[in-house]
Protein backbone atom coordinates (compact mmCIF):
# COMPACT_ATOMS: atom_id res chain seq x y z
CA UNK A 1 0.00 0.00 0.00
CA UNK A 2 1.37 3.30 -0.89
CA UNK A 3 1.21 5.89 1.60
CA UNK A 4 0.51 9.75 1.24
CA UNK A 5 2.67 12.04 0.89
CA UNK A 6 3.53 15.30 3.12
CA UNK A 7 5.35 18.19 2.68
CA UNK A 8 8.70 18.64 4.22
CA UNK A 9 11.65 21.00 3.63
CA UNK A 10 15.07 20.61 4.19
CA UNK A 11 17.45 23.94 4.94
CA UNK A 12 21.17 24.28 4.84
CA UNK A 13 23.80 26.35 4.48
CA UNK A 14 26.16 26.42 0.82
CA UNK A 15 28.26 27.94 -1.80
CA UNK A 16 27.56 31.16 0.69
CA UNK A 17 24.20 31.41 0.62
CA UNK A 18 20.75 30.13 1.99
CA UNK A 19 19.51 26.73 0.42
CA UNK A 20 16.48 24.48 0.66
CA UNK A 21 14.67 21.03 -0.80
CA UNK A 22 10.66 21.04 -0.11
CA UNK A 23 9.74 17.63 -1.26
CA UNK A 24 6.99 15.34 -0.46
CA UNK A 25 7.82 12.30 1.31
CA UNK A 26 6.19 9.52 3.03
CA UNK A 27 7.86 11.02 6.75
CA UNK A 28 10.18 13.11 7.69
CA UNK A 29 12.90 10.22 7.73
CA UNK A 30 12.43 9.52 4.15
CA UNK A 31 12.56 13.16 3.46
CA UNK A 32 15.89 13.32 5.49
CA UNK A 33 17.10 9.67 3.72
CA UNK A 34 16.13 11.28 -0.07
CA UNK A 35 17.56 15.09 0.83
CA UNK A 36 21.17 13.86 2.67
CA UNK A 37 22.67 12.30 -0.44
CA UNK A 38 21.85 15.84 -2.44
CA UNK A 39 23.63 17.99 0.23
CA UNK A 40 26.93 16.10 0.52
CA UNK A 41 26.82 16.11 -3.60
CA UNK A 42 25.92 19.93 -2.72
CA UNK A 43 28.87 20.27 -0.20
CA UNK A 44 31.59 17.96 -2.08
CA UNK A 45 31.27 20.41 -5.15
CA UNK A 46 31.34 23.49 -3.21
CA UNK A 47 34.87 21.58 -1.31
CA UNK A 48 36.11 20.96 -5.04
CA UNK A 49 35.36 24.36 -7.60
CA UNK A 50 35.09 27.19 -4.58
CA UNK A 51 37.69 29.98 -5.13
CA UNK A 52 38.02 30.95 -1.06
CA UNK A 53 39.03 27.08 -0.21
CA UNK A 54 43.26 26.64 -0.77
CA UNK A 55 42.46 23.28 -0.76
CA UNK A 56 39.76 22.80 -3.19
CA UNK A 57 40.60 21.37 -7.35
CA UNK A 58 40.16 25.25 -8.21
CA UNK A 59 42.94 26.60 -6.28
CA UNK A 60 44.98 23.50 -7.89
CA UNK A 61 44.50 25.34 -11.11
CA UNK A 62 44.84 28.24 -9.92
CA UNK A 63 47.93 27.45 -8.71
CA UNK A 64 49.03 26.46 -12.16
CA UNK A 65 47.58 29.19 -13.65
CA UNK A 66 49.55 31.81 -11.75
CA UNK A 67 52.84 29.71 -12.83
CA UNK A 68 51.80 29.48 -16.68
CA UNK A 69 51.47 26.19 -16.28
CA UNK A 70 49.08 23.07 -17.40
CA UNK A 71 47.51 20.81 -15.43
CA UNK A 72 45.34 17.58 -16.43
CA UNK A 73 41.94 17.33 -14.94
CA UNK A 74 38.61 14.72 -14.17
CA UNK A 75 35.59 14.33 -16.28
CA UNK A 76 33.34 16.73 -14.54
CA UNK A 77 35.65 19.26 -14.84
CA UNK A 78 36.49 19.00 -18.38
CA UNK A 79 32.87 19.01 -19.36
CA UNK A 80 32.44 22.17 -17.06
CA UNK A 81 35.00 23.79 -19.28
CA UNK A 82 33.42 22.68 -22.08
CA UNK A 83 30.22 24.16 -21.42
CA UNK A 84 32.61 27.26 -20.55
CA UNK A 85 33.85 27.19 -23.99
CA UNK A 86 30.67 26.86 -25.35
CA UNK A 87 29.07 29.90 -23.22
CA UNK A 88 32.68 31.97 -24.23
CA UNK A 89 31.70 31.15 -27.58
CA UNK A 90 27.41 31.93 -27.70
CA UNK A 91 28.86 35.32 -25.75
CA UNK A 92 30.81 36.46 -28.49
CA UNK A 93 33.46 36.77 -25.71
CA UNK A 94 31.62 38.41 -22.99
CA UNK A 95 31.06 35.32 -20.73
CA UNK A 96 34.58 34.43 -19.57
CA UNK A 97 35.55 32.44 -16.64
CA UNK A 98 39.37 33.18 -16.99
CA UNK A 99 38.42 37.14 -15.71
CA UNK A 100 39.26 36.11 -11.99
CA UNK A 101 42.45 38.46 -12.06
CA UNK A 102 40.08 41.56 -12.59
CA UNK A 103 38.44 41.20 -9.09
CA UNK A 104 41.93 42.36 -7.45
CA UNK A 105 40.83 45.57 -8.99
CA UNK A 106 37.43 45.32 -7.56
CA UNK A 107 36.55 45.26 -4.06
CA UNK A 108 32.66 44.73 -3.75
CA UNK A 109 32.28 44.85 0.28
CA UNK A 110 30.88 47.14 1.77
CA UNK A 111 32.84 50.56 2.11
CA UNK A 112 35.04 48.05 -0.07
CA UNK A 113 36.97 51.07 -2.68
CA UNK A 114 36.19 54.74 -2.70
CA UNK A 115 37.74 54.94 -6.13
CA UNK A 116 37.60 53.62 -9.60
CA UNK A 117 40.63 50.98 -10.40
CA UNK A 118 43.34 52.52 -12.18
CA UNK A 119 43.69 52.85 -15.78
CA UNK A 120 47.07 50.85 -15.64
CA UNK A 121 46.15 48.48 -13.14
CA UNK A 122 43.24 47.26 -15.42
CA UNK A 123 45.28 47.21 -18.21
CA UNK A 124 47.73 44.89 -16.46
CA UNK A 125 45.23 42.75 -15.61
CA UNK A 126 43.03 42.69 -18.73
CA UNK A 127 46.89 40.90 -20.06
CA UNK A 128 45.41 38.00 -18.14
CA UNK A 129 41.87 37.22 -18.98
CA UNK A 130 40.91 35.29 -22.21
CA UNK A 131 39.89 32.23 -23.08
CA UNK A 132 41.50 32.37 -26.16
CA UNK A 133 44.75 32.29 -23.74
CA UNK A 134 44.05 29.26 -22.45
CA UNK A 135 45.32 25.77 -24.38
CA UNK A 136 42.17 23.27 -23.64
CA UNK A 137 42.70 19.98 -25.04
CA UNK A 138 40.83 17.14 -22.51
CA UNK A 139 41.96 16.15 -20.11
CA UNK A 140 44.86 18.90 -20.40
CA UNK A 141 44.52 22.33 -19.22
CA UNK A 142 47.37 24.71 -20.33
CA UNK A 143 47.78 28.28 -19.46
CA UNK A 144 50.03 30.29 -21.94
CA UNK A 145 50.87 33.20 -19.36
CA UNK A 146 51.41 33.35 -15.69
CA UNK A 147 49.15 35.52 -13.84
CA UNK A 148 45.64 33.82 -15.13
CA UNK A 149 42.80 32.50 -13.02
CA UNK A 150 39.62 31.03 -13.29
CA UNK A 151 36.28 31.40 -11.90
CA UNK A 152 33.75 28.79 -11.87
CA UNK A 153 31.20 30.64 -9.97
CA UNK A 154 28.73 32.02 -13.30
CA UNK A 155 28.38 27.96 -13.29
CA UNK A 156 28.87 25.71 -10.67
CA UNK A 157 25.87 26.46 -8.10
CA UNK A 158 23.78 25.96 -11.31
CA UNK A 159 25.22 22.70 -12.06
CA UNK A 160 25.04 21.94 -8.46
CA UNK A 161 21.38 22.52 -8.90
CA UNK A 162 20.90 20.28 -12.05
CA UNK A 163 22.84 17.68 -9.89
CA UNK A 164 21.10 17.77 -7.08
CA UNK A 165 17.47 17.45 -9.40
CA UNK A 166 19.06 14.63 -10.96
CA UNK A 167 20.20 12.79 -7.55
CA UNK A 168 16.58 13.13 -6.05
CA UNK A 169 14.82 11.67 -9.66
CA UNK A 170 17.58 8.69 -9.59
CA UNK A 171 15.65 8.48 -5.56
CA UNK A 172 12.10 8.09 -7.59
CA UNK A 173 11.32 11.72 -6.15
CA UNK A 174 8.82 13.18 -8.35
CA UNK A 175 8.12 16.22 -6.04
CA UNK A 176 10.71 18.52 -5.21
CA UNK A 177 11.64 21.72 -5.64
CA UNK A 178 15.40 22.51 -4.78
CA UNK A 179 16.48 25.86 -4.39
CA UNK A 180 20.27 27.04 -4.16
CA UNK A 181 20.22 30.69 -3.41
CA UNK A 182 17.54 31.32 -6.31
CA UNK A 183 19.14 28.70 -8.19
CA UNK A 184 15.99 26.70 -8.76
CA UNK A 185 15.11 22.89 -10.23
CA UNK A 186 12.03 21.24 -9.58
CA UNK A 187 11.81 17.49 -10.29
CA UNK A 188 7.95 17.25 -10.97
CA UNK A 189 4.85 19.57 -9.49
CA UNK A 190 3.69 19.36 -6.18
CA UNK A 191 1.92 15.98 -4.84
CA UNK A 192 -1.50 17.53 -5.93
CA UNK A 193 -0.45 18.42 -9.58
CA UNK A 194 0.07 21.95 -8.70
CA UNK A 195 2.90 24.02 -9.53
CA UNK A 196 5.34 25.59 -7.44
CA UNK A 197 5.31 29.02 -6.74
CA UNK A 198 8.47 30.60 -7.77
CA UNK A 199 8.88 34.73 -6.24
CA UNK A 200 11.10 36.72 -8.22
CA UNK A 201 12.54 39.70 -6.16
CA UNK A 202 12.37 43.64 -6.73
CA UNK A 203 16.05 44.62 -7.36
CA UNK A 204 14.61 48.07 -5.90
CA UNK A 205 13.48 46.44 -2.91
CA UNK A 206 15.08 43.44 -2.12
CA UNK A 207 12.51 42.44 0.46
CA UNK A 208 10.03 42.76 -1.72
CA UNK A 209 8.45 40.39 -4.55
CA UNK A 210 7.97 41.69 -8.04
CA UNK A 211 6.41 38.83 -9.40
CA UNK A 212 5.54 35.23 -8.88
CA UNK A 213 5.92 32.66 -11.59
CA UNK A 214 4.93 28.91 -11.41
CA UNK A 215 6.88 26.15 -12.34
CA UNK A 216 6.15 22.37 -12.88
CA UNK A 217 9.61 21.27 -14.66
CA UNK A 218 12.88 22.20 -15.43
CA UNK A 219 14.35 25.30 -13.89
CA UNK A 220 14.66 28.68 -12.98
CA UNK A 221 18.32 31.23 -12.33
CA UNK A 222 18.33 34.84 -11.71
CA UNK A 223 21.75 37.21 -12.40
CA UNK A 224 21.39 40.81 -10.55
CA UNK A 225 24.00 43.30 -10.61
CA UNK A 226 22.39 44.72 -7.25
CA UNK A 227 23.09 42.32 -4.74
CA UNK A 228 26.53 43.32 -4.43
CA UNK A 229 27.54 46.69 -5.53
CA UNK A 230 29.46 49.54 -4.27
CA UNK A 231 28.71 53.38 -4.53
CA UNK A 232 31.67 55.50 -5.72
CA UNK A 233 31.42 59.31 -6.20
CA UNK A 234 27.01 58.81 -6.28
CA UNK A 235 27.70 55.91 -9.47
CA UNK A 236 26.48 52.64 -8.17
CA UNK A 237 28.77 49.64 -9.56
CA UNK A 238 27.74 46.22 -9.98
CA UNK A 239 29.90 43.30 -9.30
CA UNK A 240 29.34 42.18 -12.67
CA UNK A 241 32.58 42.80 -14.79
CA UNK A 242 32.75 43.29 -18.31
CA UNK A 243 35.82 41.08 -19.39
CA UNK A 244 37.09 43.81 -22.15
CA UNK A 245 37.16 46.87 -20.24
CA UNK A 246 37.12 45.52 -16.90
CA UNK A 247 34.58 47.52 -15.48
CA UNK A 248 30.96 46.71 -14.40
CA UNK A 249 28.24 46.41 -16.70
CA UNK A 250 25.74 48.95 -17.26
CA UNK A 251 21.74 48.97 -18.14
CA UNK A 252 20.47 45.64 -17.17
CA UNK A 253 19.69 45.32 -13.31
CA UNK A 254 18.54 41.98 -13.52
CA UNK A 255 17.55 38.73 -15.37
CA UNK A 256 15.36 35.78 -15.06
CA UNK A 257 15.47 32.48 -17.07
CA UNK A 258 13.47 29.89 -17.19
CA UNK A 259 14.80 26.43 -19.31
CA UNK A 260 14.60 22.56 -18.43
CA UNK A 261 18.46 23.07 -16.72
CA UNK A 262 19.52 25.28 -13.98
CA UNK A 263 23.08 26.02 -15.22
CA UNK A 264 21.39 26.74 -19.17
CA UNK A 265 18.80 29.37 -17.60
CA UNK A 266 21.52 30.44 -15.20
CA UNK A 267 24.24 31.55 -17.78
CA UNK A 268 22.16 32.89 -20.34
CA UNK A 269 20.83 35.11 -17.55
CA UNK A 270 24.34 36.18 -17.05
CA UNK A 271 25.11 36.61 -20.80
CA UNK A 272 22.12 38.85 -21.27
CA UNK A 273 23.39 41.17 -18.43
CA UNK A 274 26.86 40.91 -19.87
CA UNK A 275 25.20 42.12 -23.48
CA UNK A 276 24.05 45.40 -21.90
CA UNK A 277 22.37 47.55 -23.96
CA UNK A 278 22.11 44.08 -26.15
CA UNK A 279 20.57 41.76 -23.40
CA UNK A 280 16.19 41.74 -24.35
CA UNK A 281 17.46 41.14 -28.09
CA UNK A 282 19.96 38.37 -26.27
CA UNK A 283 17.58 36.58 -24.96
CA UNK A 284 14.64 36.83 -27.17
CA UNK A 285 17.11 34.95 -29.67
CA UNK A 286 17.96 32.35 -27.15
CA UNK A 287 13.93 32.06 -27.23
CA UNK A 288 13.49 31.02 -23.90
CA UNK A 289 11.11 32.48 -21.27
CA UNK A 290 12.68 35.88 -19.30
CA UNK A 291 12.35 38.77 -17.40
CA UNK A 292 14.78 41.98 -17.60
CA UNK A 293 14.83 44.63 -15.36
CA UNK A 294 16.66 47.87 -16.35
CA UNK A 295 18.86 50.25 -14.13
CA UNK A 296 16.11 52.51 -15.09
CA UNK A 297 13.54 50.76 -13.59
CA UNK A 298 12.06 49.16 -17.16
CA UNK A 299 10.83 45.35 -17.11
CA UNK A 300 10.64 43.73 -20.02
CA UNK A 301 8.22 40.49 -18.60
CA UNK A 302 8.23 37.42 -21.45
CA UNK A 303 7.42 34.77 -18.12
Known amino acids: MTLPLDFYELDFQAMGTSCSISIYAESSDGAREKC ?31 QGHSIEVDGE ?73 LDFGGIVKEYAADRAATLLREQGVAHALVNLGGDICVTGPQAD ?62 ATVMADQCTVAGSLATIALLNEAGAVRFLKDAGLPFLLISSDGDIDDRL
Not at 219 to 244: D, F, K, M, Q, T
Request: net charge negative; hydrophobic share 40%.
Open 36 to 66: EPVVADVARLEAKYSRYLSDSFLSLINLAAK
Open 193 to 254: DRPWRVAITDPSFPTQELRIIEVSEGAVASSGSYARCIEIEGIRYGHLLNPRTGFPVKGTLA
Open 77 to 149: TASLLDYAQTCHVESKGMFDITSGPLRRAWNFQPEGQTAVPDADLLETLLERVGWQKLDWHTPKLAFTIPGME
